[in-house]
């Protein structure tokens, strides 16, 4: 009974500190720098901006 509250304890603590460090118990996440590119790719995506408007800001984006 002891034995399994230590485990207990050593599973929780680990999981706490990895959290608080950025990490997740269940997913393993890498930060991700997202470019004005990026940014404007994923807009256009998801539908957000017209195939004109992508156009316009993706030359403008391209002239800095």
């Known amino acids: 009974m002891m ?4 485990i207990l304890g050593i599973v929780a603590f680990y999981m706490f500190n990895s959290s ?9 996440r890498q930060s991700q720098v997202h ?7 994923d807009r256009f995506a998801r ?3 017209n195939r004109e408007e992508y ?3 993706k030359q403008e984006l391209s002239r800095q």
């Open 3 to 6: 034995f399994g509250l230590i």
């Open 20 to 28: 608080k460090a950025g990490g997740s118990w269940f997913i393993n």
């Open 35 to 41: 470019t004005p590119i990026d940014v404007l790719n």
């Open 47 to 49: 539908g957000e901006i």
């Open 55 to 57: 156009l316009e800001r």
